[in-house]
């Protein structure tokens, strides 16, 4: 198989360096088992490039990822510069790269891991089974509608988030979704809060009238406030589950304890242009540079740009295998480690995420109950 392909590697701020670099080992690993070619082009982004050159997002670094074949991100943000002008934010990085690379749907799968019954505050029964996706429409609502911001005297202010959507914004995503569905269990969830929000009102009109051309999926609709509850109660009736920006952002971070923790949960933003791919959680400073971060996320989310950008699906079933075995042989990141119970580094868990792969791409894994028994 030949491939070669250009990647945009933004490591970021906070934890971001640490994930990304195992990430990135992973994706070598495939490469040099597979005979493929990626070309990698590390930049700076948020809080890193604002101390290297005064803005989250350098122009040639824009230019960078609108000229590569997939962008892969770490994470973006920085205490210290919570209080920064706004246009200085690590975070607007982000959402500039959302919008130039005209991103609209942003993927984020949810699977419980038998091997981390202990490390969800679910009981087991209830977490059996758990397998949706989230597709959470990326390009409006209220992270982008305008008017916008805050006015007034001190005592007296007003602020001001416009959340507005057009049909046809709605329409792309819900077919993106629907498409997923037809390749999953045929189940689509569109949530919404039709019962207050104008805009949820036309969502849902919008989603009943291309249901029609979707005959083998089913649909059901939700309020937001109720999926929220359901997600705790009864995860694995959820197949694909769509909504706005907002909902979605809330929503699929619900999602992370069902799976241990933020540090498990990968995630694709696709669209008109060049994909991005990010692991959901953020760059947590708190822990940054003591080698304790969990790469799980961020080597999940190299297999899904194996998947969905480069149609290397057998690749990419391999690394969500290699991180089962992992997980299912007792390794654990303090993250997941229960109190009192041994933790690896950073480090370590990619090195055995690393060699659980070798074997799978090799076609020799053994499953941990054949490890245990021999």
């Known amino acids: 198989m030949s491939l070669t392909r250009r990647i945009a590697v933004l490591p970021g701020d906070g934890i971001g360096p640490e994930v990304t670099r195992e990430a990135i080992r992973v994706l070598e690993a495939v490469?040099?088992?597979?005979g493929l070619h990626f070309e990698l082009q590390w930049r700076n982004v948020g809080g890193a490039a604002v101390a290297e050159s005064g803005e989250p997002l350098p122009k040639a670094t824009l230019d960078l990822c609108l000229a590569s074949d997939a962008v892969f991100m770490g994470a973006v943000g920085l205490s210290a510069t919570d209080r920064v002008k706004p246009e200085q934010r690590p975070e607007r990085a982000l959402l500039i790269l959302r919008r130039e690379l005209q991103t609209y749907a942003n993927l984020r799968p949810v699977r419980h891991t038998p091997a981390l019954d202990d490390a969800t505050p679910l009981r087991p029964e209830i977490a059996a089974g758990t397998d949706f996706m989230i597709v959470r429409e990326l390009a409006g609502g209220l992270y982008y509608g305008q008017p916008?911001?805050?006015?007034?005297d001190p005592g007296s202010r007003r602020a001001v988030d416009t959340l507005e959507y057009g049909e046809a914004e709605i329409e792309r995503v819900v077919r993106f979704a629907f498409e997923i569905a037809k390749t999953r269990r045929g189940h689509l969830t569109s949530v919404d809060k039709a019962n207050v929000l104008q805009t949820s009102?036309?969502?849902r009109e919008v989603v009943d009238r291309l249901a029609p051309e979707y005959p083998d999926v089913r649909v059901e609709h939700l309020y937001v406030d109720n999926c929220a509850m359901r997600l705790v109660t009864r995860p694995s009736s959820f197949d694909v589950i769509v909504t706005e920006n907002t909902f979605g952002d809330i929503l699929s971070d619900e999602g992370s304890v069902l799976t241990g923790s933020l540090g498990m949960l990968p995630s694709a933003?696709?669209?008109?242009?060049?994909a991005l791919y990010e692991p959901v959680h953020g760059s947590a400073p708190d822990i940054a540079?003591?080698?304790?971060a969990n790469p799980i996320a961020s080597v999940l989310t190299v297999g899904m740009m194996l998947r969905y950008s480069f149609g290397l699906h057998e690749e990419a079933d391999a690394i969500d295998q290699a991180v089962e075995r992992v997980l299912a042989r007792g390794l654990r990141t303090a993250d997941l480690a229960r109190r009192g119970t041994a933790s690896v580094s950073t480090v370590a868990m990619g090195d055995a995420i690393l060699a659980e792969l070798e074997l799978v791409l090799a076609?020799?894994?053994?499953?941990a109950g054949e490890r245990v028994a021999r």
Not at 269 to 274: A, E, H, L
Not at 289 to 292: D, F, H, L, Q, S
Not at 363 to 367: C, E, V
Request: aromatic residues 4%; hydrophobic residues 40%.
């Open 148 to 152: 916008r911001g805050i006015s007034g």
């Open 31 to 34: 490469a040099a088992a597979r």
């Open 289 to 292: 540079g003591r080698g304790i």
């Open 363 to 367: 076609g020799t894994a053994t499953t």
């Open 201 to 203: 009102v036309l969502w």
């Open 269 to 274: 933003s696709i669209g008109k242009g060049v």
